[in-house]
């Protein structure tokens, strides 16, 4: 069964720093990958996703990730993130076949602090 | 504007008193999910519709109806809540599974349900 970890439940990181939050999955098949970011008081919003293509993945608000396929691993990316980036960030992986089921990380929350 | 709403936004309940979360969406998806998302438990799917008429389960349907009468509407029914449903509720939408689709689910706002 597919499943997925993120590997940090909290990263507190100071403005204009670069932050990674890391995402592995386990899954013996060809998967699709997202990146949703939750802010407070609000529903999930897409930040990005992986399909097919090229493996590095350019989102909404500057975030990037990296699908690699070797360490099963889908880590978000940002070069100098901002407080308005304080969120919960959620990792969720679905396989490609018929296997329509998403399977979701426990989330990350990113604190940005002053 | 394309979007998910959820109503209420809020609701304080007491045990044994059945109530409705109504979740609507304007982009014509055929997919439509509730999920409940609970410290430490990330989002816990609890029913889908693929299309009109057309309902399962997810991972914790205990407790829960859903319907799916019409393409727009995917009301979530707790016809005896517990204290144990307390909890914050997202209704999801999207055009098609989630691997094929190119832009995700859409999410509501959240519902979040206290029952005493």
């Known amino acids: 069964a597919q499943s997925v970890t993120q590997l940090d439940s909290q990263v507190p990181v100071f403005e204009e720093a670069p932050v990674e939050l890391r995402c592995n999955y386990s899954?013996?098949?060809?998967?699709?990958l997202f990146w949703y970011v939750q802010y407070p008081n609000q529903g999930l919003q897409l930040l990005l996703k992986?399909?097919?293509?090229s493996t590095l993945v350019k989102g909404i608000n500057g975030f990037e990730a990296e699908f690699n396929k070797s360490q099963t691993s889908f880590h978000l990316r940002k070069p100098s993130v901002h407080i308005s980036d304080t969120a919960e960030y959620f990792c969720a992986v679905t396989g490609a076949g018929n296997n329509r089921k998403l399977i979701w990380g426990l989330g990350t929350s990113l604190a940005v602090n002053p | 504007e394309a979007q998910v709403t959820q109503n209420p936004r809020y609701l304080i309940t007491v045990t044994g008193k059945k109530l409705t979360v109504t979740c609507s969406q304007n982009?014509?998806?055929?997919?439509m999910s509730w999920y409940r998302q609970d410290p430490g438990l990330g989002l816990r799917q609890i029913y889908y519709?693929?299309?009109?008429?057309?309902?399962d389960k997810g991972d914790v349907p205990e407790g829960y109806k859903v319907s799916r009468k019409e393409k727009r509407n995917f009301p979530l029914i707790l016809e005896s809540p517990s204290p144990n449903q307390t909890s914050l509720y997202f209704c999801a939408s999207s055009f098609r599974p989630p691997q094929t689709a190119s832009s995700g689910y859409t999410f509501g706002s959240g519902t979040r349900l206290t029952v005493v």
């Open positions: 992986y399909l097919s293509g």
């Open positions: 899954s013996s098949v060809s998967v699709y």
């Open positions: 519709s693929m299309n009109v008429e057309v309902t």
């Open positions: 982009m014509n998806h055929e997919y």
